[in-house]
């Protein structure tokens, strides 16, 4: 013999079932904005983790040469395979002073080339030159070549990677000699 409180009606399990969904539409749609909302806590922790990468010993790099080295892009994914690898330029000016240059010409991102005969880093896209301090000689491009933050840790030169060089994020130039935020 039931009693009415013991039926459960057709409208009260639709009711919980629709509750039940409804419950899994939220949590799917709270998911990635609670994500949203914390990726900048989660990227200021992996930037400081990853900010400062190594070119290799300062002895690889002898004063008075502008040589090509090649660093890990630290915002990469697994497929990038060898495009997550970056060239940069580096010139030493003396024991202890640097200039870490982008590859890409400051008109159009095409990779400059050095030419130690003429001390000119050269733009073969549309003849953009720039002195071996970087900066501009003729040509489209108005500014000269991007430079890096780098700093000297235990013998080693380090740059800050991971932010695309662009004029508000240059390096600044005191005296020839770049700045380390």
Same mark, same amino acid.
Not at 101 to 113: R, S
Not at 131 to 156: Q, T, V
């Given at each position: 013999m039931t009693t009415e409180n013991d039926d459960i009606s057709r409208r009260e399990v639709l009711m919980k079932i629709g509750l039940f969904f409804n419950g899994l539409v939220a949590?799917? #749609?709270? *998911?990635?904005?609670?994500?949203?909302?914390? @990726?900048? *806590?989660? =990227?200021a922790r992996k930037d400081r983790e990853q900010s400062w990468l190594s070119l290799g010993g300062i002895d690889q790099f002898p004063a008075g +040469? %502008?040589? #090509?080295? %090649?660093?890990?892009?630290?915002?990469?994914?697994?497929?990038?395979? +060898? %495009?997550?690898? *970056?060239?940069?330029?580096?010139r030493r000016i003396d024991e202890q002073t640097f200039q870490v /240059?982008? $590859?890409?010409?400051?008109?159009?991102?095409?990779? *400059?080339?050095w030419f130690p005969q003429s001390s000119l880093f050269l733009c073969p896209c549309h003849g953009g030159a720039y002195?071996?301090?970087? @900066?501009?000689? @003729? !040509?489209?491009? +108005?500014?000269? #070549? /991007? +430079?890096?933050?780098? =700093?000297?840790? =235990?013998?080693?030169? #380090? $740059? =800050?990677? !991971?932010?695309?060089?662009?004029? !508000?994020?240059a390096a600044i130039r005191a005296g020839g000699k770049s700045t380390c935020a």
């Open positions: 949590m799917a #749609l709270a *998911v990635p904005i609670v994500r949203y909302i914390m @990726s900048p *806590v989660a =990227k +040469e %502008t040589r #090509l080295a %090649t660093y890990r892009n630290p915002v990469v994914n697994p497929w990038d395979g +060898e %495009t997550a690898d *970056v060239p940069c330029w580096v /240059f982008a $590859i890409n010409c400051a008109h159009l991102g095409c990779p *400059v080339h002195y071996e301090d970087g @900066s501009r000689a @003729s !040509g489209p491009p +108005e500014r000269g #070549l /991007f +430079e890096i933050h780098y =700093k000297i840790d =235990k013998g080693n030169l #380090l $740059i =800050k990677a !991971g932010e695309m060089p662009t004029p !508000g994020r």
